[in-house]
């Protein structure tokens, strides 16, 4: 993980006076494909986040294996950030 960030001393001489929130991104890669996911409170309601998921495949584009990937990127979204959305949202529920 990232050392950026040591605590919330560090945040909070950043912010000073203002309000902070925090997001994260992430960026996981295999020799396939290499996918940035950020997450971050909605602005217009906190209760909600916001994920982005950028997927960046090497090479030149192949149309007729579009169809694939964006299934493989569906998949992905589906499962591995689902869960660990869910495992997150169980955490900050306590």
Same mark, same amino acid.
């Given at each position: ?7 919330? =001393? ?5 912010? *000073? #006076?203002?309000?902070?929130? /925090? ?5 996981? %890669?295999?020799? &396939? ?18 994920? =982005? ?5 090497? *090479? #030149?584009?192949?149309?007729? /294996? ?5 299934? %493989?990127?569906? &998949? ?19």
């Amino acid at each position: 993980m990232s050392e950026m960030i040591k605590g919330g =001393d560090d945040v909070q001489a950043l912010a *000073g #006076a203002m309000r902070s929130e /925090a997001s994260v991104t992430f960026l996981l %890669s295999t020799p &396939e494909v290499q996918y940035t996911l950020a997450i971050e409170p909605l602005r217009a309601d906190p209760t909600y986040v916001y994920v =982005d998921l950028d997927a960046q495949y090497p *090479g #030149a584009v192949d149309l007729t /294996a579009v169809e694939g990937k964006i299934k %493989s990127v569906d &998949e992905f979204m589906r499962n591995q950030v689902n869960n660990f959305l869910d495992k997150r949202a169980e955490a900050w529920g306590r």
